[in-house]
């Protein structure tokens, strides 16, 4: 089955700075990768989205990377704001297939004055 | 409806009671899905219907779980003769289908058991 899992549990950076959170996944079929943000007592936030066939995708401050060769992904904020302080979980499904998304645990932004 | 909806926010219930959990989905989605997270870990996957269907339970627990989207109203999410381990925050999820998985979560129901 499918398994994805962050490389940190927590991560803290400057207000401003970039940051960078990580996961890798299990399942070489997944094709299809979401980022969510969940603020404390609130349900999970769609941030960015890519299929398999890209390697990167932009956003608004955000980036998401792909490598499937090595089953990673990644997701950069630039410019980091107080705003951005939340949990966030890279999720992965396989496109046509009747599996859903599988969530990893999580990592706990937390961003310093 | 600008999202998903889900109530009520915080239920209670004593060991042995019946919990029942509610979604809206968005409008215009027919699929709901149906989530559990317990503290400072993921979403586990329950539940995946479309109106009317099961698509897959494959995460429901076998026993005292149920769940409907039936043709009119909101999806329910049934637990009953609910146990301490039943305690969690549960989310809803809705998607338009039709090739575009992309999931908009509600708030959650946090089922606390006593």
């Known amino acids: 089955g499918e398994s994805v899992g962050l490389h940190l549990p927590t991560l803290s950076v400057q207000e401003g700075d970039n940051s960078i959170i990580n996961c890798a996944y299990s399942?070489?079929?997944?094709?299809?990768f979401i980022w969510y943000k969940q603020e404390s007592g609130k349900g999970p936030q769609f941030i960015i989205d890519?299929?398999?066939?890209?390697d990167k995708r932009q956003g608004q401050r955000v980036t998401v990377l792909l490598n499937k060769t090595v089953k990673h992904l990644s997701l950069q904020i630039a410019a980091t704001q107080p705003g951005d302080s939340a949990v966030y979980f890279c999720a992965a499904l396989t496109l046509g297939s009747a599996r859903q998304l599988t969530f990893g645990s999580g990592t706990q932004l937390t961003v310093l004055p | 409806n600008a999202g998903v909806m889900q109530n009520p926010r915080h239920l209670v219930r004593r060991r042995g009671q019946e919990a029942r959990l509610r979604c809206s989905p968005m409008?215009?989605?027919?699929?709901v899905y149906w989530y559990r997270q317990l503290p400072e870990e993921g979403l586990k996957f329950m539940v995946y219907l479309q109106k009317e269907n099961i698509i897959d339970e494959s995460g429901m627990p076998k026993e005292r779980f149920s769940a409907e989207f039936p043709k009119e109203g909101p999806s329910i999410l049934r637990i009953q003769q609910v146990v301490r381990g039943d305690s969690a925050a549960y989310f809803c999820?809705?998607?338009?289908?039709?090739?575009?998985?992309?999931?908009?979560f509600g708030s959650g129901t946090q089922l606390s058991v006593l």
């Open positions: 399942n070489s079929a997944s094709d299809y």
């Open positions: 409008k215009g989605h027919s699929h």
């Open positions: 890519i299929r398999s066939n890209m």
């Open positions: 999820a809705s998607s338009p289908g039709h090739g575009n998985e992309k999931l908009f």
